[in-house]
């Protein structure tokens, strides 16, 4: 085996790419570069010069300076209404991680949490959850936050690190531009355009607990059209269990683009399978993912547009147990499902007719549809009239439209106003804007201002508020089930009450409130960058799994009364926290960062007083640096820290029944080491070489084991098998790549 991986690599190292730096369709077309570099002088301290604010567009996409998610447009990040984080080309390259999730935890006040290469979460400004749903993913513009469970599966995508050119991440709600998915922020991701050249990249990587990495890309142009052909592997086992596969991950993709003077088009087509286990709010999920997108973007310098489908076949197994006292009330039966999605965005900068103005509009509209021959339709499987009564089956539609305005005034060269709207619609909640009227409709306002008192330096105050719709599994999901052969029990009974297990309904959408104050600075030259912000959140219609047990007369469970399923609860959460972060680069291609965030929460109990919580980690703290020299050495080293905290929420893959009361689960203080080696060198006849080395240490100096760290409560089952997140440990890995 180790002669054929040998001899993939020789071949492989011989293909490579020399990328771009600028990505596709983030650069208005005819924006005067020269007007905006004068205001990019005036932010360093140049003397007073005005520009038009349709005009003030950054030139290199590239730079840490320029955001384009906070507002739809780019804009220097000082201007930003929100919290930003960006992530260049540069920094992906030299970060030792071998996931997107890894390199999330750079950014101020984020929770990542890693309970297998399946499952890997991440929240901000919000308690500690694992659930995944407080943010929405944008790859290229196109929603990847998966349907069914309301979630980025972060691994499922077709494209990987090396695909992308640049990372945004908006810290705080983001309804007024994005609708329903932007509950506590965005992660928009932007990959590399097609290169108008032949070249060739490839990339081998392996190591410890089984990580292997295979993955190859050609371009070339085809009658002007720039077009891009990939396909990767990528597979790891489980940590403490060699044997059991973590994840199996095959990738291909298909990029075509190309620019008709100020107008640019872009066709994009991915496929991509993964097996392996993740671990949703009700037990283990075993199975087989499929995601096949298809996207069509055009773009020209007021306009932007797209549409994309997304099919998602999927198998599953949902580890659920149904027990009381020790017996085995039923087991749930495997599930296959077909998710179809179709989604256009469209977005518009209205022409200028006031000069200190600036107001964009859009609108958006998804259909989506599921289909199962498994899963139960609660409502006509329960009704003694229907054709489908106790019949399984279910065909799913649901919908939603939205519209939004944005506008922002600059009134003097030291102010911004930013206000916005968004106005939602959804088939899947019971949500009304107006009394009992307006059913399914959201309004989601934002307004911040951003003062700039002296060039360089910025003040932001905002209000905003978002929403977050429920899912398929917390709105409509119910599985069927069988009970043992012999049982007491009834089969189509026990199905009736399986239509009170999981999906609800009738649930509201969740809401955030919140209020933030920030400031960026900038020193020495603009080598040193001082970002410091304040938040207070005030979250309400909170959706949690609640079992509700009822007994008969002999103590036994009574299921035609008993339910357990999502329901809104009056926890109403309150937090409250700070975001501190430091960026000092000493030289062009050396960056040293410190960053520390402290949280506070509290929880409303049942007699309505407000207490303080410990199920979240009251502070988060990463530090670091990493270079890249012209002798050709780069790598990284970044030390990240999560103070101890206990939790409730987490236990949803312990090996018990769905009924049972969930144990707390204790957190201590723990730390993780990701870095990075490599270099890079040119073989002759233009083909460029690296090769290098990764690391990923668990520390936990006040755990049971110093190098092993858990992030989602888990363990060993009666049969060896694991269950649950699983306990991270070492992993280091070799990679070769070639390029020309």
């Given at each position: 085996m180790l002669r054929r991986f040998d001899i993939a690599s020789f071949l492989l190292v011989l293909a490579g790419l020399a990328w771009p730096r600028e990505a596709f369709?983030?650069?208005?077309?005819?924006?005067?570069?020269?007007?905006?570099?004068?205001?990019?002088?005036?932010?360093?301290?140049?003397?007073?010069?005005?520009?038009?604010?349709?005009d003030e567009e950054l030139d290199l996409l590239e730079s840490d300076r320029v955001v384009e998610s906070a507002s739809r447009h780019r804009q220097e990040i000082g201007q930003s209404p929100s919290a930003v984080t960006i992530f260049t080309r540069e920094d992906i390259e030299t970060f030792g991680g071998s996931s997107l999730i890894d390199l999330l935890r750079l950014v101020p006040g984020m929770d990542v949490i890693a309970g297998s290469p399946l499952h890997e979460n991440v929240t901000a400004r919000m308690f500690w959850s694992d659930e995944n749903n407080h943010f929405l993913v944008l790859i290229d513009g196109r929603e990847a936050n998966f349907e069914l469970?309301?979630?980025?599966?972060?691994?499922?995508?077709?494209?990987?690190?090396?695909?992308?050119?640049?990372?945004?991440?908006?810290?705080?709600?983001?309804?007024?531009?994005?609708?329903?998915?932007?509950?506590?922020?965005?992660?928009s991701i932007t990959t590399r355009a097609v290169p108008q050249a032949t070249s060739l990249w490839s990339r081998l990587e392996g190591g410890e607990v089984g990580k292997l990495f295979l993955g190859a890309r050609a371009n070339t142009v085809v009658h002007g059209f720039?077009?891009?052909?990939?396909?990767?592997?990528?597979?790891?086992?489980?940590?403490?269990?060699?044997?059991?596969?973590?994840?199996?991950?095959?990738?291909?993709?298909?990029?075509?683009?190309?620019?008709?003077?100020d107008r640019h088009l872009r066709l994009d087509l991915g496929v991509s399978k993964v097996q392996g286990r993740m671990i949703t709010p009700v037990g283990m999920l075993y199975g087989t993912l499929n995601v096949i997108t298809a996207r069509a973007a055009y773009a020209s310098e007021d306009l932007q547009a797209h549409l994309y489908w997304t099919w998602t076949p999927a198998d599953a197994e949902l580890d659920m147990p149904l027990t009381y006292l020790g017996m085995t009330l039923a087991t749930v039966n495997p599930n296959h499902s077909d998710i179809h999605t179709l989604d256009a965005q469209m977005q518009y900068r209205l022409p200028e007719f006031y000069r200190p103005l600036l107001l964009l509009v859009g609108a958006g509209g998804r259909l989506g549809m599921l289909f199962s021959d498994q899963l139960i339709d609660a409502e006509t499987f329960t009704d003694i009239d229907s054709p489908r009564y106790h019949q399984t089956g279910v065909s799913y539609f649901s919908g939603r439209f939205g519209f939004f305005v944005h506008g922002e005034y600059r009134p003097a060269e030291w102010v911004t106003v930013t206000a916005g709207v968004r106005l939602d619609w959804s088939s899947e909640t019971t949500d009304t804007l107006f009394g009992d009227s307006g059913r399914g409709l959201n309004l989601s306002p934002r307004l911040a201002a951003v003062f700039t008192p002296v060039p360089g330096h910025h003040l932001r105050l905002g209000l905003a508020q978002s929403f977050r719709k429920p899912s398929y599994l917390e709105g409509g999901l119910h599985v069927a089930a069988t009970v043992p052969a012999g049982s007491l029990l009834d089969q189509d009974g026990f199905n009736e009450f399986m239509t009170r297990v999981l999906g609800n309904a009738e649930l509201r959408s969740e809401k955030l409130v919140s209020l933030e104050t920030g400031y960026l600075g900038r020193?020495?030259?603009?080598?040193?960058?001082?970002?410091?912000?304040?938040?207070?959140?005030?979250?309400?219609?909170?959706?949690?799994?609640?079992?509700r047990l009822a007994l008969d007369a002999t103590g036994l469970p009574d299921l035609s009364r008993s339910s357990a399923m999502s329901e809104n609860t009056d926890k109403a959460p309150r937090i409250g926290g700070s975001e501190l972060a430091f960026r000092y680069s000493p030289w062009r291609h050396v960056q040293f960062v410190l960053g520390w965030a402290h949280r506070e929460v509290v929880l409303r109990d049942e007699g309505g007083t407000y207490r303080p919580s410990d199920d979240s980690p009251k502070n988060l703290l990463f530090a670091g640096g990493r270079f890249r020299m012209e002798s050709g050495f780069l790598g990284s080293l970044y030390l990240f820290s999560r103070s101890k905290f206990s939790s409730r929420g987490s236990e949803s893959g312990t090996p018990g029944s769905l009924l049972d009361v969930k144990t707390r689960v204790y957190y201590p203080?723990?730390?993780?080491?990701?870095?990075?080696l490599g270099w890079r060198w040119l073989s002759g006849a233009g083909i460029e070489m690296e090769a290098g080395t990764k690391v990923f240490l668990p520390v936990a100096p006040w755990g049971k084991n110093l190098f092993k760290i858990r992030e989602v409560a888990g363990g060993v089952q009666d049969n060896g098998m694991p269950w649950g997140g699983e306990e991270l440990e070492r992993m280091v890995t070799f990679y070769l790549q070639g390029s020309f």
């Open positions: 369709l983030q650069e208005p077309a005819g924006a005067d570069k020269g007007e905006f570099s004068d205001e990019l002088s005036d932010e360093l301290g140049a003397k007073d010069g005005s520009s038009d604010l349709v469970l309301g979630v980025p599966l972060f691994e499922a995508e077709p494209i990987s690190l090396d695909d992308i050119e640049r990372i945004e991440i908006i810290r705080g709600p983001a309804s007024a531009l994005y609708g329903a998915g932007a509950f506590g922020g965005v992660i720039g077009v891009s052909l990939a396909g990767m592997l990528d597979r790891r086992d489980t940590f403490g269990f060699r044997d059991v596969p973590g994840s199996r991950l095959w990738r291909m993709r298909g990029v075509m683009e190309r620019a008709f003077g020193f020495f030259s603009d080598r040193l960058s001082v970002e410091w912000n304040l938040y207070l959140n005030f979250y309400d219609d909170l959706i949690e799994m609640v079992p203080s723990q730390g993780l080491l990701i870095g990075k």
